[in-house]
DNA sequence: TTGTAGGCGTTATCAG
DNA sequence: CTGATAACGCCTACAA
C-alpha cells in the first residue's frame, strides 16, 4: 500500500506538504495540491487512519453500550447516534453489554486504550469509573441517553418518562376508566420506576387510589407483556384498562387478552409506550406515547461532539429533554357500563 | 497515560519483555511476569490499541454495512455478528449506507485506511470493488450475508429463500388454497427476487396457474403491506390466501384485512416470512418461516474470522446455508367454501 | 508556501 | 528467557 511517502516523492514535494494538502489545503498552494491529488489517484493512496490516530492520540470512533440491539427500541437510537457519527466522520462502535457490568467496564478502557473517543451509554448499568472518578481530567467523555439517578453529573438526553406515563394514565381516566392497570419493566432500571412513578402521579391526578394488585411486572419483552396479563386477568381483580410500559409488552397484552376472548377496547383498554411502528399496525392500533427515539439518539451523539470538542468534561454537565406526545388510536376507548369480570 | 516504557521501567525490564507479557506470557518467566502485572496495576496502564494497530497492520475492527439498522430483521443480523466479534477480540463498525452506493464504497475504503479489516455486507448493492477488482490479493476481506448473484465469489451464509418460499405456498396449498396472492419485497433486491420466484416454485409444484394479478409489490415495511393489500382487495380478483415476503408486511396486511373487515384466517390466510418475534403475539399468530438471522450473522463472522486468518482471498469462496423451518400459528387454515368476495 | 525531523506507543527481529 | 532497536505511517512544530 502507498504511504504518504511515496505521494511525497511521485508530486515531487515533502510529506508535510502532502499532509496539509490532505487535512488543511488552504495552506498549500492550489497547482501543488493538484499534482498530489494526481499521485493519489495513481497511487491509489488511502491515508493510514490508525498512524493519523496514533499521532493525534484519537481514533475517531464512539462506542454504544447498549444490552441487546435486537429490539425496535434500542436500535432506534442507535440508528440516531450512527446518523450523526457518519456526518461529523466518526464511526459508532457497536458495545452489545448484555446486561453484564463487566462488559461494560471493559468499554470504559477502550477508551484509555485508544480504541475509541467516548462512550454513549444506553445501559440500566453504570461502568465503575462514573462511581469511582479517577484523577481529575482524567474521566473519559461519556453521554447518557437513558435515564439514571438525578444527581449524576453526565451529559444526558432522554425524554420526562415520568410526565408522559402520566399522560397515559390521564388519558385513560378522561375516558372513565376507574380501576388501571399498569405493566412495568424491570425495576432494576430507572426508566421502568420513572414509568411506574408516573402512573402514580397519574392515578393521583385522576383522583384515583394506588393499588399494588392492578401492578404486574413485566421485563419489557412481548412474551412478560403477555405472562402480565394472563397473572392480573388470573388475579380476579376488576380493571378495564392497563398502562403498559412499552409498546411491546402492550402488543403482548393484546395478544393475551384476545387469547382470553376479551375485546380490545371494549372490555379492555391497552396503551402501551415508545410509539414503535409495530404499533400503528396492531390490531387493534396502538394508543401510545410517541418517544423520539432516533432523535434521542442524534442529540446523545451531539452531545457527544461538544464533548470531544471541550478541554475537560469537568463542570454542570448539559441535559437534552426531548418532547414526547400522546398517540390516540383505536386500543382505548371509554370503558362499558357495569362491566364485571369473572 | 502511562505506556509500555513507563511499565518497563517500574517493573525493571526492557519493553519487549513488557510486550511478550501481554501478548505471549509463555515466552516469559512467570516471576517477571508478575512484577509487571503489578507495575500494569500500579500505573493503571492500558496498552495503546492504535501503536499496536499501527504496528500490526491491522485493527481489529470490522464493519458491517447495512441500509438501516433500524428493524428487527437487520438488527438480528448485526447482533450475531457482534456477538462473535466480542468473543474473538473484534468490535464491529457499524456502516449504515441508506442504500447509498457511494457510502458502502466509502466502507471499503476504509478497509485500505486499516479503520477495519473486514466488510461484511448485508445490503442489496455490491461494491465497486468487486465487479472492478484491483490486483490480485489486494481484494479487501469480504462477506455476504444476504442474497447476491450466484456467480459472485465471495464467501457467504444465507437461507434458501427459495425453497422457504415455496414452503409456505405449499402449506397454503395443502390447506386447499387455489387463489393464492403475494407481496413481494422491492424487486431490485435478490432476496425478493428469490422469495418471488420461489412463490412461483411453490405454485407450480401445487399445479396452480401463475397470475400476475395477484402479485403486489411492496418494500418489506409494515406501511407497504397495507398498501399492497388495500391495492389487491380493491383489484377485484380474488383470493383466500396470501403469502407476503417478509413478516413486517404480512402484519401491515392483517392490519388491512381487519380494518376492511375481512377476517384472518377464516376469510383469509396470511403468511409472513422471517419469524419476527412480534409475528407469534400478532393477532391472529402469524403463520411464518423461520430464518435463524442472529445465527447468520454469527456464521458471517466465523467466515469473516476465517478470511482474516487466511493469507489470501482468492480461491472458490466458501458458501453456508442455513436451514429456514415453517412455523404454522393461526393465521392461516383451510378457506371457506365457495367464497366469493366483492 | 514548503521542507526537515522528531515523535506517537507498539511489535518483531535479531542478538545474547 | 531477555534486551536493544528498527520500523509502522502520519502530524506538527520549527525553520526556511
Redesign the pocket.
Known amino acids: 500500500?502507498a504511504?504518504?511517502?511515496d505521494i511525497?516523492r511521485v508530486a515531487?514535494?515533502?510529506?508535510?506538504?502532502v499532509?496539509?494538502a490532505?487535512?488543511t489545503p488552504s495552506?498549500?498552494?492550489p497547482?501543488?495540491i493538484e499534482r498530489i491529488e494526481a499521485a493519489i489517484a495513481d497511487l491509489n493512496?488511502e491515508?493510514?487512519h490508525?498512524?493519523?490516530g496514533?499521532?493525534?492520540?484519537r481514533s475517531d470512533n464512539v462506542i454504544v453500550a447498549v444490552p441487546s440491539i435486537y429490539n425496535p427500541f434500542t436500535s432506534a437510537f442507535v440508528e440516531g447516534i450512527e446518523n450523526v457519527a457518519r456526518a461529523n466522520r466518526m464511526r459508532v462502535l457497536l458495545g452489545i453489554t448484555e446486561g453484564d457490568p463487566e462488559t461494560l467496564n471493559k468499554y470504559t478502557s477502550m477508551i484509555a486504550g485508544k480504541q475509541a473517543d467516548g462512550l454513549i451509554l444506553l445501559e440500566k448499568n453504570l461502568p465503575d469509573i462514573v462511581l469511582n472518578p479517577p484523577a481529575k481530567g482524567k474521566m473519559p467523555p461519556m453521554v447518557a441517553a437513558c435515564e439514571y439517578p438525578p444527581d449524576l453529573n453526565l451529559p444526558r438526553v432522554r425524554t420526562d418518562n415520568h410526565e408522559a406515563s402520566a399522560l397515559v394514565v390521564g388519558h385513560l381516566a378522561e375516558l372513565g376508566h376507574k380501576h388501571i392497570a399498569a405493566i412495568t419493566g424491570p425495576l432494576d432500571q430507572f426508566m421502568s420506576m420513572d414509568r411506574l412513578s408516573g402512573y402514580k402521579l397519574g392515578l393521583l391526578r385522576a383522583r384515583i387510589d394506588f393499588d399494588e394488585a392492578l401492578v404486574a411486572h413485566g421485563d419489557f419483552s412481548l412474551q412478560s407483556g403477555y405472562d402480565a396479563m394472563i397473572r392480573l386477568l388470573d388475579s380476579g381483580v376488576e380493571f378495564t384498562a392497563v398502562a403498559c410500559a412499552n409498546d411491546e409488552m402492550a402488543m403482548g397484552a393484546m395478544s393475551a387478552l384476545q387469547q382470553r376472548g376479551i375485546s380490545v377496547p371494549d372490555d379492555m383498554s391497552v396503551a402501551g409506550f415508545d410509539d414503535l411502528r409495530f404499533g400503528a399496525f396492531a390490531i387493534p392500533p396502538l394508543t401510545t406515547v410517541h418517544i423520539p427515539t432516533v432523535e434521542i439518539g442524534e442529540a446523545a451523539m451531539r452531545l457527544m461532539l461538544d464533548s470531544l470538542l471541550l478541554q475537560d468534561h469537568e463542570g454542570p454537565a448539559r441535559e437534552v429533554v426531548l418532547p414526547h406526545r400522546l398517540i390516540v388510536r383505536q386500543s382505548t376507548a371509554a370503558p362499558r357500563k357495569r362491566r364485571k369480570k369473572a
Chains 1, 2 share one sequence.
Do not use: C, E, W
Not at 515531487?12 to 506538504?17: D, K, L, N, R
Not at 496514533?54 to 492520540?57: G, S
Open positions: 500500500m504511504n504518504i511517502k511525497a515531487g514535494v515533502s510529506v508535510a506538504t499532509s496539509r490532505l487535512s495552506l498549500v498552494r497547482a501543488t493512496y491515508p493510514n490508525l498512524a493519523a496514533l499521532r493525534r492520540q
